[in-house]
């Protein structure tokens, strides 16, 4: 009976060592509330500090190198805060953003031509597949509060080493000695724009990509825009981020060879607004320099693949305090006075709360002509209801009926009219949230 009992006893700690070892490595997760609680935090206490000027096109290295040597955590809390942001366009990603998806699987290459499969957190779709044509993966130790952490990371060219070239739409970046001083570089000498998580991204790495068993989801919207020429790109904060990317290099990287874009059907670039009519800029022709619209390099709102800055708007006295107004910093008070490409999702909710009286009705805020008409097609219904965590029920119905009724009576030409009054009808057909909420027009 001794026997059996040590034996027993022997035996529970065998088990118990087996499981710690297998445990080792493994980084605990996070609950829904603990990730939103963190999120806020930082976005109360760390994100100004990261941009005080609120320029944070492009800005990736600038989280990365932000919670690298200004923020005490562990390799847990740093996996985290590494998912609440695009590395393309800067953006904040909210971790428990309703009504559409925050990552995407990807394939992106090393610096020896090896391909990579693993998860990225983006704002919106053109993110993905700009680092897939334009980024490498590389593997990169930082030390953290509990020791050093070896994780896959994603690099461009430090653009700081021909900073005249950088856009003028980015204006995060601090150059000095022909290095961003306000970012991270590998060993390599190419600057951190973000993380590739793994599959499970609190526990495993990026692994070699097999096309057999990996299904990459990002493709499926990706074949039109990675066989573009960047110069034929249309897509907002993602054409930016390419054009950073080409800093200082002679050569653009070549599509995936998955895409097979030498078959692919030429682009037409032509972007329509809301009457059909070919699109116009947001941006004043009286503030041509005016980098800080969330627009692309000619002034428009044309951000297509899923984009979300997409609704042309005058902010002015009435429409200052927008951004605050719908769960932002108060960044909008600086642009008064200018047009921004406002987000749709965030348009919508400014819709929603002026409908339940949350805060005070404004009108005749929209430049029609500059808003394309895709922000009207199914591909964005998702968009119309997200907003970071901040959305009210069913808000596409306002900002979308509240839309349509601005552009329709502003427009006096007939042909014009009706067609956007069946871009709308198009649009909400079969839409049980629209039932008992159309507008006679």
Known sequence: ????????????????????????????????????????????????????????????????????????????HFKLYNQFYCGVSGSIVSPNRSGGNITNNVVLKDL???????????????????????????????????????HYVITIDDPCITSEEIPPEVTAYQCSDSKTQNGIRTTSGRLIIGVLFGQNEMEEQPIHFDPNTHTVD???????????QP???SGGMGDIFVLLSLVGNNEIPPSPERFNCGTTEPFDNQMNNVYGEPLEPCRNENNATDSGGSWDCEGYCSELGGGVHQIC????????????????????????????????????????????????????????????????????V????????????????????????????????????????QKYLSLIENKSEFIGHTLSL
Request: hydrophobic share 30%.
């Open 1 to 76: 009976m001794a026997k059996k009992s040590y034996f027993s006893f022997w035996t529970f700690i065998f088990f118990l060592l087996v499981l710690c070892i297998f445990k080792k490595g493994k980084v605990e997760g996070f609950t829904n509330d603990e990730k939103q609680d963190l999120f806020d935090v930082f976005m109360t206490e760390h994100y100004s500090n990261i941009f005080p000027d609120r320029g944070r096109n492009s800005g990736g290295p600038m989280f990365y190198h932000y919670f690298v040597n200004n923020m005490d955590i562990d390799q847990r």
């Open 313 to 380: 708007f005058d902010v002015n006295q009435n429409t200052e305090q927008f951004s605050s107004q719908t769960g932002q910093s108060d960044w909008s008070l600086s642009r008064s006075g200018k047009n921004h490409c406002m987000c749709l999702g965030a348009w919508a909710l400014y819709k929603a709360k002026q409908s339940e009286n949350l805060i005070p009705e404004t009108n005749d805020e929209l430049n029609c002509n500059s808003i394309p008409e895709i922000s009207l097609t199914d591909n964005y």
């Open 382 to 421: 998702n968009n119309w209801n997200t907003w970071n965590g901040n959305e009210l029920p069913d808000q596409i119905v306002q900002g979308v009926n509240k839309l349509v009724e601005q552009c329709y009576y502003k427009e006096n030409n007939p042909s014009k009219k009706e067609y956007l009054k």
């Open 112 to 150: 020896n031509g090896q391909e990579w499969f693993g998860k990225y957190y983006r704002c919106c779709t053109p993110c993905p597949c700009d680092i897939m044509r334009y980024a490498k993966v590389e593997q990169h130790t930082v030390d953290l509060s509990d020791g050093p952490y070896p």
């Open 231 to 233: 110069e034929d790109l």
């Open 218 to 228: 990002a493709d499926q919207y990706c074949q039109t825009r990675i066989c573009q």
